[in-house]
């Protein structure tokens, strides 16, 4: 069976870990590090969980693709993220110097990948990303609406 790769797929693969977070009760973000069509690494938002504010989708991913390559730089990857990186992510994705970030939703209150900020392509770091937005924007901000929606109604109900 032939897979074609695109965006859209990984990005499916990236709302398939942002399920996995709202299925726990944790705001619903995913992202995967892909490198030559292969992912390295998955992960979705698990702050609640471990009570750690750094606990992002794209900070878990970044961690473990830096241990599946045995290094910080991850040159020649890609990574996609349901949600626009904030600045911790954007600066994390800076560090390790990934190629290329792709995301769904665009976040107009902390997205630093052109929405809000745009740390990720700011000529006065060392390092820049290519940024691809907009990819299944509607499937990703839908998980995002729902699950704020479920969590109001739920907060209505306990008062």
């Known amino acids: 069976m032939n897979v074609e790769y695109t965006d859209e797929y990984f990005m499916q693969l990236a709302i398939e870990e942002a399920k996995k977070a709202m299925e726990i009760n944790e705001v619903p973000i995913g992202a995967v590090i892909v490198k030559d069509d292969q992912v390295i690494a998955s ?3 698990l702050r609640e969980k471990t009570q750690q504010a750094n606990a992002h989708a794209e900070m878990l991913a970044i961690e473990k693709a830096c241990e599946q390559l045995g290094s910080w730089r ?3 990857c890609t990574l996609y993220v349901t949600l626009e990186p904030c600045p911790m992510c954007a600066g994390a994705i800076m560090q390790s110097r990934v190629k290329r970030v792709v995301y769904g939703a665009v976040d107009p209150k ?11 392509q700011d000529q006065r770091f060392n390092h820049q990303s290519e940024v691809t937005k907009g990819i299944l924007e509607e ?8 699950f704020f929606k479920r969590l109001r ?3 209505k ?3």
């Open 43 to 45: 992960a979705f938002n």
């Open 74 to 76: 991850l040159i020649d």
């Open 110 to 120: 902390a997205g630093c990948a052109g929405t809000f900020y745009n740390l990720l």
């Open 139 to 146: 499937q990703c901000a839908k998980l995002l609406k729902d």
């Open 153 to 155: 109604q739920k907060h």
């Open 157 to 159: 109900i306990s008062k």
